[in-house]
């Protein structure tokens, strides 16, 4: 019921910038359905009156219908890649013997119209084998997008590119984390190696940082993060390892394991001086960088972007302006940063 409310106020901000629009000839209008969980809308128009193309951006989910313009985005098309575009099309028609499996996220509608005619093509998440030729128009659409809308573009064609694992492994899907049968969803190999993994105690921190995120750390050929996000009511997971490999991989088995067997092993937990919250405002805000420990003389935290990273201690004044809001009971990290300290003073 909350997705088709979401999908009517969608199609009312569509039809408000195609009225937005009238005046203008309509090229090509391409529609992202909650991909990714995002709204977006492009459109190709002729500009009469100026003799120009343009292509056009929004963001559904940011719109404001009373203010369109201030909500746009768009830059100046050059003629001869609507040539291009119109070649491609010429000669081809909607395959008759496609059907596209529904799905409840990631459609794509693209509307073409050249000729007095109108060629719509719709799928989900990935550009289905049918519709190969038309690879080229996304590629030309993208190219003149700003930078970030670009990996949909990568994700698009992932089934030409026979590269669909990368991607998916990034979704979110229906999984219980604590009951279901995690071999159901691993490769037999990484099983045996994430088993391994496990056995050996790779898993160097695992902590719930707030109501549905584990952070943990793994050491393999050096350390890696994995963030597994889960909903608990709805039964859904998300999972994230920084290593290279692109899919469900022997770090995140063996996290899965490590928390159904409750092995939780705290970060340290660390921040700037000179505050006006107390320390224990911080760590209930997170207001805090969570931290592996000291390397030389810089602590190993984990930044912002979600990548393991060394900070220096000292500032260029050669002061310490980070405190330790979180240790653990042998108070090593305090102890080890106030010995640095002392050697450096």
């Known amino acids: 019921m909350e997705e088709n409310i979401e999908n009517c106020f969608t199609d ?16 090509l209008e391409l529609q992202l359905i909650l991909y990714h969980n995002y709204n977006i809308y492009i459109r190709l128009d002729y500009i009469k009156k100026l003799h120009t193309y343009r292509l056009s951006w929004f963001d559904l989910d940011q719109l404001d219908i009373q203010s369109i313009e201030k909500c746009m985005s768009s830059e100046y098309f ?52 049918e519709y190969a030729y038309l690879s080229n128009i996304f590629i030309i659409i993208f190219n003149n997008l700003p930078r970030k809308l670009q990996n949909f573009l990568f994700e698009l064609h992932a089934e030409l590119e026979n590269d669909v694992t990368r991607y998916e492994y990034k979704e979110e899907f229906s999984f219980d984390l604590y009951h279901d049968d995690i071999n159901e969803i691993f ?17 160097k921190y695992l902590e719930k940082i707030d109501e549905n995120r584990f952070f943990a750390i793994v050491q393999g050929g050096e350390e890696y993060l994995v963030v597994i996000k889960y909903d608990e009511k709805n039964k859904r997971m998300q999972v994230y390892c920084s290593c290279p490999c692109e899919f469900y991989c022997k770090h995140i088995y063996a996290v899965i394991l490590a928390i159904r067997n409750n092995e939780i092993k705290r970060f340290y937990k660390i921040n700037y001086k000179n505050r006006n ?38 500032d260029s004044n050669n002061k310490c302006n980070w405190q330790v809001l979180e240790d653990d009971d042998k108070m090593s990290l305090t102890r080890e940063l106030q010995d640095i300290i002392h050697r450096n003073y």
Not at 85 to 109: A, C, L, M, T, W
Not at 282 to 309: A, K, M, S, T, W
Request: aromatic share 14%; glycine share 4%; proline share 3%.
């Open 277 to 314: 919250l107390s320390i224990m405002d911080r760590v209930l805000n997170f207001d805090y960088q969570l931290c592996l420990g000291i390397v030389e003389d810089n602590f190993e935290i984990i930044n912002d972007e979600g990548d393991i990273e060394l900070v220096p201690i000292f």
């Open 78 to 129: 050059l003629p001869e890649l609507v040539d291009t575009i119109f070649e491609i099309i010429d000669k081809r028609e909607v395959p008759s013997n496609y059907q596209h499996i529904e799905q409840s996220k990631g459609k794509v509608i693209l509307s073409l119209f050249h000729n007095n005619k109108e060629y719509t093509y719709e799928f989900y998440k990935y550009i289905p084998n």
């Open 187 to 203: 490769d037999s190999l990484i099983i045996k190696r994430g088993m391994k993994y496990y056995e050996e105690e790779r898993v």
């Open 12 to 27: 009312k901000k569509v039809e408000a910038i195609r009225k937005y629009y009238k005046k203008n000839q309509l090229i």
